[in-house]
């Protein structure tokens, strides 16, 4: 024990004597103004997007077909995590007791509480930081706290297939190429944002596209996870046991 | 101002303890736990640099996806090393 502390000053000392010598020497001055690219964006972003938020409107905008590729991306490998597993749902349950009654009444809490900040984080994304991957993978940790707790055999029961979950997933992914290639019909390019979707509907501002990108990217990446918590948490042992039988 | 830079300093330092005590710890809990004590120094330090965007995904990935993935893969292993 008392090597690891050693250790551990050791370490210390060393970062913070490399820390400040690479500061006397370097001597990085602190920018005092935007440089060209950073000006265009915030000064342009919410007359081109409708959108105050730079950051989502270059993701969903200025770099639309970039951020469509990479869910693509996502999805494959999601998809091909899932072919990996082999298995039935009659292994899945098998596992169908949770915890205690007490920590399934402060899980319910505290996955009410993760849903609702992601909630916000989703359906604010256009206007404040945030949007549909930070959203759906916070929904993704409430389902991936909930599983353990109340076994996935009692999720199956209540109607939560991993089937459903892809499914979900598909449709979703769907949506968000329509919404993409939408524009092509009128003869405007792909992804397309403000000269196509309005930039508010009966008073609320959804920033065109980009606040339906942010809900359908969510929904996605939530399914993908959830799908992939469900089928990591089937103990060993009913696997083995479902092969051998 | 002030408080920004003493967390530039702070987190930083704080993340290299979780990292060493991680590396070395031989129970995999424990190290997967001070893996997301890693995470959350990092956030602070995103934080401090104003980085909101970064947060949210590094914060939900990182500390909630990764965390629970490695106790989920954990669980199909022995809990220690030898």
């Known amino acids: 024990m008392s090597r690891r502390i050693i250790i551990l000053i050791l370490l210390f000392t060393a970062t913070l004597i490399a820390s400040f010598t690479a500061t006397i020497i370097l001597n990085p001055a602190t920018p005092s103004e935007l440089k060209g690219l950073a000006k265009y964006y915030v000064l342009n972003t919410i007359n081109e997007t409708a959108s105050p938020e730079a950051v989502t409107a270059i993701v969903w905008d200025y770099r639309g077909l970039d951020t469509i590729y990479e869910t693509l991306v996502l999805y494959l490998a999601i998809v091909g995590g899932l072919a990996m597993f082999k298995m039935s749902e009659e292994a899945l349950l098998k596992t169908r007791i949770g915890l205690t009654l007490l920590s399934k009444t402060s899980t319910k809490i505290v996955a009410l509480l993760i849903a609702s900040i992601a909630a916000a984080i989703v359906f604010h994304g256009h206007l404040s930081p945030g949007g549909g991957f930070p959203g759906g993978s916070a929904v993704a940790v409430a389902s991936m706290i909930i599983i353990p707790v109340f076994a996935a055999g009692t999720l199956i029961e209540k109607g939560v297939s991993s089937t459903k979950l892809v499914a979900i997933r598909g449709a979703a992914l769907t949506a968000l190429g329509l919404v993409a290639l939408l524009p092509v019909v009128k003869g405007l390019e792909i992804v397309t944002n403000q000269r196509f979707y309005p930039a508010s509907i009966l008073g609320l501002p959804i920033s065109g596209s980009l606040s339906l990108y942010n809900l359908f990217e969510s929904l996605a990446v939530a399914s993908g996870f959830t799908a992939i918590a469900l089928y990591l948490s089937i103990p060993e042992e009913a696997h083995k046991g479902g092969s051998g039988a | ?82």
């Open chain 2, 1 to 82: 101002m002030i408080t920004s830079i003493l967390l530039l300093i702070i987190a930083p330092l704080l993340s290299i303890f979780f990292v060493y005590m991680a590396v070395t710890e031989k129970d995999l809990l424990k190290a997967a736990a001070y893996s997301a004590g890693q995470s959350i120094a990092y956030s602070i330090l995103l934080q401090a640099m104003s980085t909101p965007d970064i947060v949210m995904t590094y914060i939900a990935v990182s500390v909630g996806l990764y965390s629970a993935l490695l106790v989920f893969v954990i669980s199909k292993t022995e809990r220690f090393e030898r």
